[in-house]
């Protein structure tokens, strides 16, 4: 039976990853000790990486595919395949930043006032490329981890992933630009996308991937109403494409079908049973597939 080898992200991505799968329809089953999870789907392999890892293996074909970020990807300058994007975090469903910060008492206010200083980082090829366009000539530090705590004495400034920005806020720091912003990606070796089979499998991964997260913070909405009080229904539903209008055996009644985001219900339902809705029900979402 042919196989796809699947590279998960190990560390901080792991636990979201394989909930994302799971909520795709895909069972991971990892332990603390084993860098290959077992999985439900006997057409896949998966291997535990680190995401800064992921796309030296994948170009390499020890892996067909692989999810991890495009920060890495473009730091690596690995030629893989780009499947999709997946817009999923640690903490958030948006994308992560690098950013360039220094401490909050500094005078520094933009890339160019730190011309000869020293910058700490994970991503340093990244960081030469962005002072390098910006003809600011910086020595370019790689920092084993702990970067917030590098300024003043051990650099002048850093360039650190972030989501929220409250790690840097707690250590003192004050952001000054971006330098880029990343997610999650699909990538894939560029034989093995080339290859029908492996393909097809890929991308019917993908799209289960981004099926659930389109899902995520939403919710099915159901209801009747009356054919008189259809239009005042329908201009208060924020609806994600247009309702789904269904005829019921009582011809003066239909039924009433859309997603919304979660957040908006408790707005939403009252103003509905004041339009005329009845019979309302919510209902948990696992995928929505555009």
Same mark, same amino acid.
């Given at each position: 039976?042919?196989?796809?080898?699947?590279?998960?992200?190990?560390?901080?991505?792991?636990?979201?990853?394989?909930?994302?799968?799971?909520?795709? &329809?895909?069972?991971?089953?990892?332990? &603390?000790?084993?860098?290959?999870?077992?999985?439900?789907?006997?057409?896949? @392999?998966?291997?535990?990486?680190?995401?800064?890892?992921?796309?030296?293996?994948?170009?390499? &074909?020890?892996?067909?595919?692989? !999810?991890?970020?495009?920060?890495?990807?473009?730091?690596?300058?690995?030629?893989?395949?780009?499947?999709?994007?997946?817009?999923?975090?640690?903490?958030?469903?948006?994308?992560?930043?690098?950013?360039?910060?220094?401490?909050?008492?500094?005078?520094?206010?933009?890339?160019?006032?730190?011309?000869?200083?020293?910058?700490?980082?994970?991503?340093?090829?990244?960081?030469?490329?962005?002072?390098?366009?910006?003809?600011?000539?910086?020595?370019?530090?790689f920092s084993w981890?702990?970067?917030?705590?590098?300024?003043?004495?051990?650099?002048?400034?850093?360039?650190?992933?972030?989501?929220?920005?409250?790690?840097?806020?707690?250590? =003192?720091?004050?952001?000054? @630009?971006?330098?880029?912003?990343?997610?999650?990606?699909? *990538?894939?070796?560029?034989?093995?996308?080339?290859?029908?089979?492996?393909?097809?499998?890929?991308?019917? *991964?993908?799209?289960?991937?981004?099926?659930?997260?389109?899902?995520?913070?939403?919710? &099915?909405?159901? !209801?009747?109403?009356?054919?008189?009080?259809?239009?005042?229904? !329908?201009?208060?539903?924020?609806?994600?494409?247009?309702?789904? *209008?269904?005829?019921?055996?009582?011809?003066?009644?239909?039924?009433?079908?859309?997603?919304?985001?979660?957040?908006?219900?408790?707005?939403? *339902?009252? =103003?509905?049973?004041?339009?005329?809705?009845?019979?309302?029900v919510e209902y948990? !979402?696992?995928?929505?597939?555009?």
């Open positions: 039976m042919p196989k796809i080898r699947l590279g998960i992200p190990k560390g901080s991505l792991q636990d979201a990853t394989i909930a994302l799968f799971a909520a795709a &329809g895909f069972k991971i089953y990892a332990n &603390g000790r084993s860098y290959f999870p077992l999985t439900d789907d006997p057409e896949l @392999e998966c291997m535990l990486i680190r995401a800064q890892e992921m796309a030296r293996y994948v170009e390499q &074909g020890v892996l067909d595919a692989g !999810l991890t970020g495009l920060d890495w990807v473009v730091e690596s300058g690995r030629d893989v395949e780009a499947v999709c994007d997946l817009i999923y975090a640690k903490q958030s469903r948006g994308t992560v930043k690098w950013v360039l910060a220094v401490p909050e008492d500094s005078t520094v206010k933009c890339a160019e006032d730190l011309a000869g200083k020293i910058i700490a980082t994970e991503l340093v090829e990244v960081t030469k490329n962005y002072f390098a366009s910006k003809n600011v000539p910086v020595h370019v530090d981890g702990a970067t917030e705590v590098k300024p003043p004495m051990l650099a002048d400034a850093i360039v650190e992933v972030t989501e929220t920005g409250s790690s840097l806020r707690a250590n =003192r720091l004050r952001i000054v @630009e971006t330098v880029l912003e990343s997610n999650t990606q699909v *990538i894939a070796n560029k034989k093995a996308y080339a290859d029908d089979w492996k393909r097809r499998k890929i991308d019917n *991964i993908s799209l289960m991937l981004q099926g659930a997260i389109a899902a995520q913070g939403r919710v &099915g909405l159901m !209801l009747n109403v009356r054919q008189k009080d259809l239009q005042a229904v !329908l201009a208060v539903l924020p609806a994600l494409n247009s309702p789904t *209008i269904s005829a019921l055996s009582n011809s003066e009644w239909v039924a009433v079908n859309t997603i919304l985001e979660e957040i908006v219900v408790r707005d939403v *339902i009252p =103003r509905l049973k004041e339009a005329g809705g009845t019979g309302i948990p !979402l696992n995928k929505v597939v555009m």
